[in-house]
């Protein structure tokens, strides 16, 4: 039996009469690579949004490495370790890579007002290990070279890459993705994959939201498939493909 | 009692004019998802050109009974006031469309100073009193009075309100008004001239301000030029409790803010046993716009509006 | 090589800039007359308070249109302890402290029920709480009489150091120091303090956080940040700033009323802001200069325009400033939204701002 770090039971998350949840459960083990699949609107992001505090589900149980963390505020889900990236790219987008990542470390740092404004040792010394750290993962994610750009004037791989860097920054035992490799072309999304190896070789776990799927069979140890706000499968990868229910689910009804 | 009937009143009739200029903000909050800071301002220039009109024809003799002589003041004003409204979208919205939140509201606030500035130019920094060409007939509703000048403001802003209402539902401007608010490209792709629609709504609303500050002046019975900044302000409020970009609910929270204020005003003292008196009656607006934007900031009849507060 | 340079560069400026900004009030005064040290005393004040409203509004990039409050705050809080009013005369080391921190309570208080709100909203709520302090300041008069109402509190005790008090002429070294001239040295080191508070805090851990939340606060949130904590940090620092100053203003002026906090006063402050290039804090200096500096120019410029050349008043002077105040604002926002010394990247926001408008519209 593996070590459980994240499980949540009887997920119910609703906006006005869409029930965009229905008793989602799933639990995540330590060191492997989780992926969650569905066909559009099926609720992946909206779980996402749970798992990571900017949504408060409505009812159910959520437990994360033996905290709960049920309806609990996005910086306390991110001090207790899980991280995450968007969708739709959420860079800080006028400030240079570097200081995108030293803004991840926020959550790992406690410089205040006051230690700004008197410079005192401690807080030069802290400010340095942000910048040492923050440099550290933008050569771990092999960026280095677009350190002082801006954000918004990064190629869109790179963009991807400095996302998870900042994520990376927060020291999370967790990592959540959601489609990292949207828009990306093979060799890209090659790449991406070789890194997300290597991050869950460093010992953190990662939850993998994608659609292409032929990625997500080779990638993950493990797979949930969402529809219409359900889960209505869970397992490796050669079972969940197998899966009259999720081959119903994306191929639709008569093809079932 | 009589007090409380005397405050619903009083409330009724500050309300209807709450809700005519309520209606301005929140037709242009609708349409462009942003605050005319300016609005008040329309208000204001529409008092003054009414007086300035009663007075001029009075000072020449012409000799006309007083409620034609405000047609005719308010039948000027209110063209003047869509002209203002049109030249207000043009410099200070429509060049900065899209742009940061922070351009437009500077722009508005530097035209609402321009405006005033302007006003004292031409009217002066002094109260303005109404010319005294309209009977105040007092009539006495159980023990209440109220003067046949207000009874005829509460008529007009209903009238008016409804009239709108039935403008926006059935025809095609409100046709397209409504498509504009909803998805401002959409209805461009669907033919509608989205700039037009916004200019109208513009235009539509500073009518309601021009026939609002009428009603504000001959209330008071004066005029002043920085009066549109308080009234703006607590019309807004009223868009605001209701919903901003409901027209229904701009009706309804002016209506409801105007007899909050006028009950508070009348019992604060005794509330407060007398420590705060009815000098205070101005900050009722400000609380009821903290704690509506606080507790329910969609308003009372808005729907999900959390987004964009 | 180029290092030494720059850094021997730098000195050299520093140092020209420390002797003109000593010199500063003998040159004006005995040139422009001492009227005009008295403007540059406001000038500094309100720098304090601009950069004050900047760690709001520049860093934090909430907007704030009641700022004026904590001003009015601090300096009613000197007033009251520092005047014959409650016969309470205490020092200023005292009152100005007492009266800082009360203005940061009084930032905490108001922010924490507006931290929901963005934008526009924030704007309009916060001018209500603005407009909510100044009619209690006008009001409780009675039944106790805390404020004095509209006529204000009257003879305020002038700042003392050492025994020294800041309200007489001093001599000293065979130069005669007015008391605007000490004034003036009291506020330029305290601005100076907070313009290298402003900018230690920019740059740090808590200044990255202020502009994660200003760029974007989802990604700010999922990043770890306490949203709560840091906006109502910026809502606190800023009101500290604005407390400060008001203390200043209240012994400089020996008379505080409600008057002197309107909303126009809340407008200018943020003006100075945008004017000047928000966020930036030389370009919030140079606003807050120039807001400063160019209505009293006009002030003096005007009336006499009009009776050389025209050989009579066709606009009161107060009301030609005021008309192109409001004009400023409307051209600016038109010509150059970005300010007037802007910060690389704010003139970047809002260039991607203009393109995102062109795209859409």
Same mark, same amino acid.
């Given at each position: 039996?593996?070590?459980?770090? &994240?499980?949540?039971?009887?997920?119910?998350?609703?906006?006005?009469?869409?029930?965009?949840?229905?008793?989602?459960?799933?639990?995540?083990?330590?060191?492997?690579?989780?992926?969650?699949?569905?066909?559009?609107?099926? @609720?992946?992001?909206?779980?996402?949004?749970?798992?990571?505090?900017?949504?408060?589900?409505?009812? !159910?149980?959520?437990?994360?490495?033996?905290?709960?963390?049920?309806?609990?505020?996005? *910086?306390?889900?991110?001090?207790? !370790?899980?991280?995450?990236?968007?969708?739709?790219?959420?860079?800080?987008?006028?400030?240079?890579?570097?200081?995108?990542?030293?803004?991840?470390?926020?959550?790992?740092?406690?410089?205040?007002?006051?230690?700004?404004?008197?410079?005192?040792?401690?807080?030069?010394?802290?400010?340095?290990?942000?910048?040492?750290?923050?440099?550290?993962?933008?050569?771990?994610?092999?960026?280095?070279?677009?350190?002082?750009?801006?954000?918004?004037?990064?190629?869109?791989?790179?963009?991807?890459?400095?996302?998870?860097?900042?994520?990376?920054?927060?020291?999370?035992?967790?990592?959540?993705?959601?489609?990292?490799?949207?828009?990306?072309?093979?060799?890209?999304?090659?790449?991406?994959?070789?890194?997300?190896?290597?991050?869950?070789?460093?010992?953190?776990?990662?939850?993998?939201?994608?659609?292409?799927?032929?990625?997500?069979?080779?990638?993950?140890?493990?797979?949930?498939?969402?529809?219409?706000?359900?889960?209505?499968?869970?397992?490796?990868?050669?079972?969940?493909?197998?899966?009259?229910?999720?081959?119903?689910?994306?191929?639709?009804?008569?093809?079932? | 009692?009589?007090?409380?009937?005397?405050?619903?009143?009083?409330?009724?009739?500050?309300?209807?004019?709450?809700?005519?200029?309520?209606?301005?903000? =929140?037709?242009?909050?609708?349409?462009?998802? &942003?605050?005319n800071f300016a609005h008040g301002e329309v208000?204001m220039v529409?008092?003054?050109?009414?007086?300035?009109?009663?007075?001029?024809?009075?000072?020449?003799?012409?000799?006309?009974?007083?409620?034609?002589?405000?047609?005719?003041?308010?039948? %000027?004003?209110?063209?003047?006031?869509?002209?203002l409204?049109?030249v207000i979208?043009?410099v200070a919205y429509?060049?900065l469309?899209?742009?940061?939140?922070?351009a437009p509201l500077i722009t508005a606030i530097g035209l609402s100073i321009v405006l005033q500035q302007l006003a004292i130019l031409i009217?002066?920094r002094?109260?303005?009193?109404?010319?005294?060409?309209?009977? *105040?007939?007092?009539?006495?509703?159980?023990?209440?009075?109220?003067?046949?000048?207000?009874?005829?403001?509460?008529?007009?802003?209903?009238?008016?309100?409804?009239?709108?209402?039935?403008?926006?539902?059935?025809?095609?401007?409100?046709?397209?008004?409504?498509?504009?608010?909803?998805?401002?490209?959409?209805?461009?792709?669907?033919?509608?001239?989205?700039?037009?629609?916004?200019?109208?709504?513009?235009?539509?609303?500073?009518?309601?301000?021009?026939?609002? #500050?009428?009603?504000?002046?001959?209330?008071?019975?004066?005029?002043?030029y920085y009066?549109g900044f308080?009234?703006g302000?607590?019309?807004?409020?009223?868009?605001?409790?209701?919903?901003?970009?409901?027209?229904?609910?701009?009706?309804?929270?002016?209506?409801?803010?105007?007899?909050?204020?006028?009950?508070?005003?009348?019992?604060?003292?005794?509330?407060?046993? !007398?420590?705060?008196?009815?000098?205070?009656?101005?900050?009722?607006?400000?609380? %009821?716009?903290?704690?509506?934007?606080?507790?329910?900031?969609?308003?009372?009849?808005?729907?999900?509006?959390?987004?964009?507060? | 090589?180029?290092?030494?340079?720059?850094?021997?560069?730098?000195?050299?400026?520093?140092?020209?800039?420390?002797?003109?900004?000593?010199?500063?009030?003998?040159?004006?005064?005995?040139?422009?007359?001492?009227?005009?040290?008295?403007?540059?005393?406001?000038?500094?004040?309100?720098?304090?308070?601009?950069?004050?409203?900047?760690?709001?509004? @520049?860093?934090?990039?909430?907007?704030?249109l009641?700022?004026?409050?904590?001003?009015?705050?601090?300096?009613?809080?000197?007033?009251?302890?520092?005047?014959?009013?409650?016969?309470?005369?205490?020092?200023?080391?005292?009152?100005?402290?007492?009266?800082?921190?009360?203005?940061?309570?009084?930032?905490?208080?108001?922010? =924490?029920?507006?931290?929901?709100?963005?934008?526009?909203?924030?704007?309009?709520?916060?001018?209500?709480?603005?407009?909510?302090?100044?009619?209690?300041?006008?009001?409780?008069?009675?039944?106790?009489?805390?404020?004095?109402?509209?006529?204000?509190?009257?003879?305020?005790?002038?700042?003392?150091?050492?025994?020294?008090?800041? #309200?007489?002429?001093?001599?000293?070294?065979?130069?005669?120091?007015?008391?605007?001239?000490?004034?003036?040295?009291?506020?330029?080191?305290? =601005?100076?303090? %907070?313009?290298?508070?402003?900018?230690?805090?920019?740059?740090?851990?808590?200044?990255?956080?202020?502009?994660?939340?200003?760029?974007?606060?989802?990604?700010?949130?999922?990043?770890?940040?306490?949203?709560?904590?840091?906006?109502?940090?910026?809502?606190?620092?800023?009101?500290?700033?604005?407390? %400060?100053?008001?203390?200043?203003?209240?012994?400089?002026?020996?008379?505080?009323?409600?008057?002197?906090?309107g909303l126009l006063e809340s407008i200018m402050i943020l003006a100075m802001?945008v004017l000047?290039?928000?966020?930036?804090?030389?370009?919030?200096?140079?606003g807050?200069?120039m807001l400063?500096?160019v209505p009293?120019?006009l002030r003096?410029?005007i009336?006499?325009?009009?009776?050389?050349?025209?050989?009579?008043?066709?606009i009161d002077p107060e009301n030609a400033r005021m008309l192109l105040f409001g004009l400023a604002l409307v051209v600016m926002m038109l010509v150059?939204?970005?300010?007037?010394?802007?910060?690389?990247?704010?003139?970047?926001?809002?260039?991607?701002?203009?393109?995102?408008?062109?795209?859409?519209?």
């Amino acid at each position: 039996m593996a070590d459980v770090l &994240l499980q949540i039971e009887g997920i119910h998350k609703r906006f006005g009469g869409l029930h965009a949840l229905n008793s989602v459960g799933l639990t995540i083990n330590k060191g492997e690579i989780y992926g969650l699949i569905g066909p559009n609107g099926a @609720g992946k992001t909206t779980l996402f949004n749970v798992l990571t505090g900017l949504y408060q589900p409505d009812e !159910g149980t959520f437990t994360f490495n033996g905290t709960n963390l049920f309806r609990a505020k996005p *910086h306390k889900v991110v001090e207790t !370790g899980i991280a995450r990236t968007f969708q739709n790219i959420r860079l800080f987008a006028e400030m240079s890579a570097l200081e995108n990542v030293m803004v991840g470390r926020h959550i790992r740092t406690r410089a205040g007002a006051l230690g700004a404004v008197l410079r005192d040792p401690r807080t030069r010394a802290e400010e340095q290990a942000i910048r040492e750290k923050a440099w550290e993962l933008l050569d771990y994610v092999g960026i280095t070279d677009v350190a002082e750009e801006r954000a918004r004037n990064l190629s869109y791989g790179h963009q991807r890459r400095l996302e998870i860097a900042r994520a990376l920054a927060t020291d999370p035992l967790l990592l959540a993705l959601d489609e990292p490799a949207a828009g990306m072309n093979p060799r890209e999304t090659d790449d991406l994959k070789a890194l997300m190896s290597k991050i869950r070789d460093g010992g953190v776990t990662i939850l993998l939201i994608e659609h292409d799927v032929k990625l997500m069979m080779d990638l993950c140890d493990r797979i949930a498939v969402l529809d219409y706000g359900k889960k209505i499968a869970e397992g490796v990868p050669e079972v969940v493909r197998k899966d009259p229910k999720v081959i119903e689910a994306y191929l639709g009804a008569a093809h079932a | 009692m009589d007090t409380f009937l005397q405050q619903i009143l009083n409330g009724l009739v500050l309300g209807s004019i709450y809700a005519l200029i309520a209606l301005g903000y =929140t037709m242009v909050y609708g349409i462009m998802g &942003l605050i005319n800071f300016a609005h008040g301002e329309v208000v204001m220039v529409g008092a003054m050109v009414t007086i300035s009109v009663i007075s001029g024809l009075t000072h020449f003799g012409v000799n006309l009974p007083g409620p034609v002589l405000l047609l005719i003041g308010v039948a %000027v004003a209110i063209p003047s006031c869509m002209l203002l409204g049109f030249v207000i979208e043009r410099v200070a919205y429509r060049p900065l469309r899209g742009a940061q939140r922070l351009a437009p509201l500077i722009t508005a606030i530097g035209l609402s100073i321009v405006l005033q500035q302007l006003a004292i130019l031409i009217w002066g920094r002094n109260y303005i009193p109404f010319p005294p060409v309209l009977d *105040h007939d007092v009539v006495t509703i159980f023990g209440a009075s109220i003067t046949t000048l207000q009874i005829f403001i509460i008529v007009m802003c209903f009238a008016i309100m409804v009239g709108l209402l039935v403008m926006v539902e059935r025809t095609r401007l409100g046709r397209a008004m409504r498509a504009t608010s909803q998805n401002p490209s959409v209805a461009g792709l669907m033919g509608v001239n989205v700039n037009t629609i916004i200019s109208a709504t513009f235009v539509i609303g500073s009518a309601l301000g021009a026939i609002a #500050g009428v009603m504000v002046a001959t209330n008071y019975d004066q005029a002043h030029y920085y009066m549109g900044f308080m009234i703006g302000l607590k019309a807004f409020t009223a868009a605001v409790l209701g919903g901003i970009g409901n027209l229904g609910g701009a009706v309804a929270g002016g209506i409801l803010l105007g007899i909050i204020e006028s009950l508070g005003a009348g019992y604060i003292g005794s509330l407060t046993g !007398g420590f705060l008196g009815s000098n205070y009656q101005d900050i009722f607006a400000f609380m %009821v716009l903290i704690l509506v934007l606080i507790f329910r900031p969609s308003g009372l009849l808005g729907e999900k509006m959390a987004d964009r507060a | 090589m180029s290092m030494t340079l720059d850094t021997n560069k730098k000195i050299g400026i520093f140092l020209v800039c420390a002797i003109i900004l000593a010199v500063l009030p003998f040159a004006v005064g005995s040139v422009l007359g001492n009227a005009w040290v008295r403007i540059i005393d406001f000038a500094l004040l309100y720098v304090m308070l601009a950069l004050g409203l900047n760690i709001v509004v @520049g860093f934090a990039g909430l907007l704030d249109l009641g700022f004026i409050a904590f001003y009015a705050v601090g300096a009613y809080a000197y007033a009251l302890l520092s005047s014959p009013h409650f016969s309470i005369h205490l020092p200023f080391y005292i009152t100005i402290p007492l009266g800082a921190l009360f203005a940061a309570f009084f930032g905490v208080l108001l922010g =924490t029920p507006v931290l929901r709100l963005k934008g526009d909203y924030l704007a309009i709520v916060t001018l209500g709480f603005g407009e909510i302090i100044r009619i209690f300041m006008n009001n409780l008069n009675a039944p106790v009489n805390i404020t004095n109402g509209p006529q204000g509190i009257n003879l305020i005790d002038p700042i003392k150091v050492g025994g020294v008090s800041l #309200g007489s002429t001093i001599e000293f070294a065979g130069l005669s120091f007015r008391s605007v001239y000490l004034y003036y040295y009291l506020f330029l080191v305290l =601005t100076v303090g %907070v313009v290298i508070m402003a900018s230690r805090l920019q740059h740090s851990r808590i200044g990255r956080a202020w502009v994660a939340l200003r760029e974007d606060d989802i990604a700010a949130a999922a990043m770890g940040i306490n949203i709560r904590n840091i906006k109502l940090l910026a809502f606190g620092l800023g009101a500290l700033s604005g407390g %400060v100053a008001g203390g200043l203003f209240s012994s400089f002026q020996g008379f505080v009323s409600p008057e002197s906090f309107g909303l126009l006063e809340s407008i200018m402050i943020l003006a100075m802001i945008v004017l000047g290039g928000m966020g930036h804090i030389p370009g919030v200096i140079l606003g807050a200069v120039m807001l400063t500096i160019v209505p009293e120019v006009l002030r003096s410029v005007i009336g006499p325009l009009q009776m050389n050349t025209l050989g009579r008043m066709v606009i009161d002077p107060e009301n030609a400033r005021m008309l192109l105040f409001g004009l400023a604002l409307v051209v600016m926002m038109l010509v150059r939204p970005e300010g007037m010394w802007p910060s690389k990247r704010r003139k970047a926001e809002f260039r991607h701002a203009k393109e995102n408008a062109a795209q859409k519209g």
